[in-house]
């Protein structure tokens, strides 16, 4: 072990993963493991951009106020004041960095987006803020000490006696596993959104961080709380490419498909009202219609402005016949963004000494029950920061308080044998994810999902590449999600049953699994 050892090694390339490895690297030998290449994330994909209280008609109070509201009760107010807080300093960081953000007359241009009560979003490109913030991040790592093994997937969290001491990894080019040893390992190895069948999260996003760490022991936090995103492209044969939500912030328009604008009968924000009601009303606007999509209308818009503020989107739909200056945009919902994930305090750390998690794959409590726009790139670095600056910490000043709010702990239930399951492969998989727990749930659903999810987990070899290890961790991710949302007999932000439509003080409340957690 001793060969491979690093001071910290950082389990994936998204700005997460790279943000923390440039901060270590000042402190110590860092290792960054990715199962892809460097710039295979989600992360290059952000759109719309990076939330930060910079406008003079803003605060990070207000920034704290809209943050909480979108987070329907659930979101730590300890850990938004320090997002909210700190936001700006790690702006800075990249800056310095060198990604190069939107001004104008030397000025950064803010816009807003759904929720933020002013425009406060930060954007590189027009729409390519993440393609942006990916290359320049990979570039200062490539060029700095750090070293990077690409195509190196993280199969297992080594702990001994209570710690954890390093990781397993597996070269997907050539088959063998290495381990590797370290004082800090950081999972930051992205969501979970491969779990549905429509998605717009790229193809490595499989759930491996939550699944690794739960195996060891880590606890696991709010999963029930999946995002759909409202407006993704549905054109036929198209991949779903996401319309950034700054698109509705800029003045689009949802119409069905009958061309009338809906919006306003299921909320007062109309298009600018919270992912989960937009995403909601545009489900029961296509159900009433009989059609699979409704559409987003920017042709009021001045062309110049759409062609100028949403490049890529531009670009994207006019490669695929589409010029959206003149035609109507055909959008549907898809999975998006995972508010649960890895347990951890405000300083990034996970329940098992050693282990850190940060960006999408932990659960800071930032988002509650429903993430505000633009606030997960935000939360990735803020974050990532903390756990570089606790690591340089004494042992003593490391000690900290446990987080605090109610929470019910359990481990994952076994359950009924059934006769016939679908059988079991990824597109199964994401059907059942995509039908039975999707936007709108019930007890029902939930239940069938649930036995059929067990029979699954029961019927899983042991993992040797890639693909299997992806679907190993999908499985119980996917267990994770639907025994969650079975659990919350409540609708609140992100979740909603139809049997309990409503929301309940009783639960508020999150819910925590544990390996070997009570029953
Ligand atoms: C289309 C789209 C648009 C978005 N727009 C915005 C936006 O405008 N603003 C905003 O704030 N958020 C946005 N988001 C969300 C945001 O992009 C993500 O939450 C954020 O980029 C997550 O960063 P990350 O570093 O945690 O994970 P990712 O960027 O997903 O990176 C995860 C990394 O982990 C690696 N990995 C995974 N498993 C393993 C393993 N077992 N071993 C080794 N490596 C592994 C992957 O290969 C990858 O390098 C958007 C998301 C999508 C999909």
Redesign the pocket.
């Known amino acids: 072990m001793k060969t491979n050892y690093y001071d910290y090694i950082v ?8 943000y923390i490895a440039l901060l270590a690297v000042e402190r110590g030998s860092v290792l960054v ?4 290449s ?14 930060v209280a910079m406008a003079r008609e803003d605060s990070p109070e207000l920034h704290f106020k809209d943050t909480v509201a979108a987070g329907a009760g659930l979101s730590d107010p300890e850990a938004v004041g320090i997002l909210t807080e700190e936001a700006a300093d790690c702006i800075a960081d990249l800056i310095r960095f060198g990604v190069p953000f939107d001004t104008l007359d030397g000025e950064i241009t803010l816009t807003r987006e759904a929720a933020h009560s002013v425009p406060r ?1 930060m ?1 590189a490109g027009g729409d390519a ?2 393609e942006h913030i ?1 290359v320049t991040l990979s570039r200062q790592v490539r060029s700095s000490p750090i070293k990077v093994l690409e195509n ?4 297992q969290i080594l702990v001994q006696r209570g710690r954890v001491v390093g990781v397993k ?1 597996l070269d997907s080019h050539t088959g063998s596993t290495e381990e590797y040893a370290c004082k800090f390992l950081i999972l ?4 979970a ?1 491969r779990l549905f069948k429509y ?4 193809d ?3 759930g ?2 939550i699944a ?1 760490a739960f195996e060891a022991g880590a606890e696991i936090s709010d999963m029930e709380f999946f995002q759909f ?1 409202p407006t993704v492209l549905r054109l036929p044969g198209v991949a779903p ?2 319309i ?3 698109v509705r912030g800029e003045g689009g328009i949802l119409r069905n498909v009958e061309g009338r604008r809906f919006m306003p009968d299921y909320a007062a924000e109309a298009e600018l009202a919270t992912r989960d009601v937009v995403a909601r009303s545009i489900v029961y606007e296509m159900k009433k219609t009989h059609s699979d999509r409704v559409f987003l209308d920017v042709t009021h818009l001045p062309s110049r402005r759409v062609t100028t503020r949403f490049p890529h989107i531009y670009r994207f739909c006019r490669e695929h016949g589409l010029d959206i200056t003149k035609g109507l945009i055909p959008v549907a919902p898809a999975a ?2 995972l508010m649960g994930g890895v347990k951890v305090n405000i300083w990034g750390e996970a329940t098992i000494p050693g282990l850190f998690a ?5 659960c800071t409590g930032v988002h509650g029950a429903n993430r505000l ?8 670095i803020v974050f990532g920061k903390r756990i570089v600056q606790r690591t340089k910490m004494t042992t003593a000043a490391r000690r900290s308080r446990k987080k605090s709010g109610k929470t019910i702990s359990c481990c994952l239930p076994e359950r009924e044998a059934l006769s016939k399951v679908p059988s079991l492969n990824l597109p199964n998989l994401q059907s059942v994810m995509w039908d039975r727990v999707g936007i709108i749930r019930s007890g029902k659903s939930l239940k069938e999902a649930a036995d059929i999810l067990a029979m699954y987990q029961g019927l899983l070899a042991r993992p040797s590449d890639r693909p299997a ?1 992806e679907v190993t ?1 999908l499985v119980l991710c996917a267990r994770l999600v639907t025994e969650a949302a079975l659990l919350r007999e409540e609708s609140r932000g992100a979740h909603f049953r139809t049997d309990f439509p409503r929301t309940s003080r009783e639960w508020q409340r999150r819910i925590v699994f544990k390996k070997n957690g009570t029953k």
């Open positions: 389990v994936g390339s998204g700005i997460a993963g790279l493991l990715t199962k892809g460097i710039d295979d994330c989600n992360t290059k994909y952000a759109q719309g951009g990076i939330a979003v954007h803020t993440g990916e190196c997937l993280a199969s990894a930051a190895a992205g969501g959104g998605t717009t999260n790229s490595v996003v499989t491996d961080g690794l995103h490419f996401l950034s939500e700054a998006h963004y940060a960006g999408e794959t932990a726009a633009s606030n997960s790139l935000l939360e990735s290890y961790n």
